[in-house]
T-cell receptor, first 114, second 114 residues
Framework: ETGVTQTPRHLVMGMTNKKSLKCEQH?????MYWYKQSAKKPLELMFV???????ENNSVPSRFSPECPNSSHLFLHLHTLQPEDSALYLC?????????????FGQGTRLTVV | AQSVTQPDIHITVSEGASLELRCNYS??????LFWYVQSPGQGLQLLLK??????LVQGIKGFEAEFKRSQSSFNLRKPSVHWSDAAEYFC????????????FGKGTTLSVSS
């Protein structure tokens, strides 16, 4: 398997549930990202991990908790979400944690909060 | 701060006609510029990128883009559109500064009519 893989592809969860999104990259990259894509809004950068260290957190609510155990895996732990958190969550990776290299994206997880 | 503007939210082009999608950026130094395409329910795929050198860059699927520093623009073009080009197109800007990541525009939705 190559590229960036996200699981699950679709997730429906209640506001009191706890779930996790998983991302795995097979590209040998050192940086991984979480983006949120809502309807009619630009892609919102949520978190950046560079060599497993979090280098950016764009004022994301604490109900979203990232985890990066190694350079190949990235998780987004979700708890007590709100309906407005429903969106497509995209994981990406790049060689470095800067914006001068292209990012490779997974297919995303479509999250619906009910 | 970096920013990207895609003035056109939605464009419809006849199959076989030429296409130009506009992108304007704001960045103090030389930017790193990208165009991505997203099909429904999918992640983003890189079409082309500009880092330096020749201001006209060629990408995949017959797309090209021209960097114009004087106009702060990086417009995407294709001489003859195919129905399969219908998708959402995102322009992005980055830098080589540590702790940065790609900043995306809001996207332009392309529809292709027969």
């Amino acid at each position: 398997e190559t590229g960036v893989t996200q699981t699950p592809r679709h997730l429906v969860m209640g506001m009191t549930n706890k779930k996790s999104l998983k991302c795995e990259q097979h590209l040998g990259h050192n940086a991984m990202y979480w983006y949120k894509q809502s309807a009619k809004k630009p892609l919102e950068l949520m978190f950046v991990y560079n060599f497993k260290e979090q280098t950016e957190n764009n004022s994301v609510p604490s109900r979203f908790s990232p985890e990066c155990p190694n350079s190949s895996h990235l998780f987004l732990h979700l708890h007590t979400l709100q309906p407005e958190d429903s969106a497509l969550y995209l994981c990406a990776s790049s060689q470095t944690g800067t914006g001068d290299t292209e990012a490779f994206f997974g297919q995303g997880t479509r999250l619906t909060v009910v | 701060a970096q920013s990207v503007t895609q003035p056109d939210i939605h464009i419809t082009v006849s199959e076989g006609a030429s296409l130009e999608l506009r992108c304007n950026y704001s960045y103090g130094a030389t930017p790193y510029l990208f165009w991505y395409v997203q099909s429904p329910g999918q992640g983003l795929q890189l079409l082309l990128k500009y880092f330096s050198g020749d201001t006209l860059v060629q990408g995949i699927k017959g797309f090209e883009a021209e960097f114009k520093r004087s106009q702060s623009s990086f417009n995407l073009r294709k001489p003859s559109v195919h129905w399969s080009d219908a998708a959402e197109y995102f322009c992005a800007v980055g830098s080589n500064q540590a702790g940065t990541a790609l900043i995306f525009g809001k996207g332009t939705t392309l529809s292709v009519s027969s």
